[in-house]
């Protein structure tokens, strides 16, 4: 490898499957391989559902053996959930699943405590059921919460086992729904007003912090030469994806896709209306002082969940049969909490259209129609939203991750928010952990460059809106039941 290309491992974790792939970066390039790929599959146990993050960590360190030489490893997951160490520092027992339903009706008990509308006005964040904050007084008065000294975020989890050291990294922390977005640290008010301790946490850690060295142990295991460092990315999955978004100026709006469509806008500052929490927007954090302004929608976990009950179909047929299905026969709110728990997917999809007064889809191929519409109709609710609240106007929509690769969905986005839609990168996670550590090696300016590489590198596809939005704006009052 050339002296002035360097190799960058990213590891990134999906709710369903995670990754270890490797960026070359170097003057003017950027080329991204994948290492390993590994399944992640949740395990429920009499005490509820649990990640394994022992077959991930398994599996991150297969895919750093498969990457060979490296010059530095990220780390990005999903975000919300946590492991509890004891005061040794040893795992307390598997982490839970932000699906489990140990949050139900927590809410309610946090608000009346900290209404609703303060709590939003403190944080930014949306309301989400699986919240850290409300995992955290769910877990109140367990023995495990007892037994814990520590709380690391999942990302930071897997890190300190690779190199000893703890941190808590901002765009992550920023999900938990006790970071402050305006002065980007701890919300010590909220924090002690709910009972959260948050000596629990370990220090900030900002995108581009060292995070440590592979320890001795960790190179012996996977054949590396050290010193390899540890770079601190945008640890949330999404911060990183958006960091990977191919934009070459302001006014553009963003779709995170796969397992969640996380839709939205970046922004300077955060928006803590009244408005903006009716409308269930989010503020996380992002690179360089950003905001990701965005609302979460429940993306492509129902159609995954209904191939899982089909007995996993070939994908490129269902699609080529859904796209010859009539549009907009019957919709469902793609953000319902009511789709968040696994089983059954095709019954509860049915079951809103009947209980809305649409027809009901009569096969996969139907089924498979109305989840993407129903998504894109989300998008484009999102989109419009996210414009009004923060009054910042777009003129493209790029769509990024693994919903790239559905060109029917990019289509119908385009169709529906009457804006061209850009589609790619497909591992823009992955491809946003690389810049940031290539950035904080010195390889890459500052985050419009970045994007800049992307842009020249990396192949993206356009899609152009069809017809006008009347239709789309007639099923989206008929869901409204206007």
């Known amino acids: 490898m050339s002296a002035t290309v360097k190799a960058y491992a990213a590891v990134d974790l999906g709710a369903s499957s995670g990754r270890v792939m490797v960026g070359r970066v170097g003057p003017g390039s950027l080329e991204l391989t994948e290492a390993h790929r590994f399944a992640n599959r949740p395990v429920r146990v009499p005490e509820g559902l649990r990640w394994d993050v022992l077959a991930l960590y398994g599996g991150v360190l297969d895919g750093l053996r498969a990457a060979g030489r490296v010059d530095s490893v990220g780390i990005d997951s999903w975000a919300v959930d946590y492991g509890l160490l004891d005061r040794d520092g040893a795992l307390l027992g598997n982490p839970v699943h932000y699906r489990d339903p140990r949050t139900e009706g927590v809410a309610e008990k946090v ?53 000893g050291e703890q941190g808590t990294e901002l765009t992550n922390a920023s999900t938990t729904q006790l970071i402050d977005p305006r002065t980007r640290d701890w919300s010590h008010d909220v924090a002690s007003r709910l009972g959260v301790d948050l000596g629990l946490f370990a220090p900030l850690r900002r995108p ?60 300077g500052a955060p928006v803590l209306t009244e408005a903006s929490r009716a409308a269930n927007f989010t503020n996380e954090l992002g690179l360089d002082g950003t905001v990701r302004y965005l609302r979460n929608i429940m993306g492509l976990w129902l159609l995954q969940e209904c191939l899982r009950a089909w007995g996993e179909p070939e994908l490129g047929g269902l699609l080529r049969a859904a796209a010859e299905v009539p549009a907009l026969r019957s919709v469902v709110d793609a953000g319902d909490a009511a789709f968040l728990a696994p089983g059954r997917m095709p019954e509860r999809i049915a079951e809103a259209c009947r209980a809305s007064g649409q027809p009901v889809p009569a096969s996969p191929a139907g089924t498979t129609r109305c989840i993407l519409d129903s998504l894109a109709l989300a998008h484009r609710r999102a989109v419009e939203d996210a414009q009004r609240l923060a009054d910042h106007p777009v003129d493209v929509v790029h769509v990024v991750g693994g919903g790239t690769r559905n060109g029917l969905l990019c289509q119908l986005t385009a169709d529906a928010c009457g804006l061209p839609v850009v589609a790619g990168p497909t591992e823009a996670a992955a491809l946003g952990n690389v810049l940031v550590q290539a950035r904080a090696h010195g390889l890459v300016g500052d985050l419009a460059g970045g994007r800049r590489l992307l842009t020249r590198s990396q192949p993206l596809t356009r899609y152009e809106p069809r017809g006008d939005t009347a239709r789309w704006r007639a099923a989206q009052a008929r869901l409204a039941g206007g």
């Open 208 to 267: 581009g912090d060292p995070a440590g060295a592979l320890r001795p142990e960790v190179l012996a295991e996977t054949g590396l030469r050290g010193p390899v460092p540890v770079t601190t990315v945008g640890s949330h999955d999404t911060a990183s994806a958006v960091v990977a978004v191919p934009a070459g100026g302001e006014r553009f709006a963003y779709i995170c896709t796969g397992t969640w469509s996380l839709a939205g806008l970046e922004l």
């Open 111 to 163: 608000w009346a405590t900290l209404p609703a509308e303060r709590l939003y006005a403190a944080t930014g964040l949306q309301y989400a059921p699986f919240n850290t904050l409300y995992q955290l007084v769910a877990a109140r008065g367990s023995a495990q919460l007892a037994a814990a000294g520590r709380l690391l975020l999942i990302p930071d989890l897997l890190s300190y086992w690779l190199t």
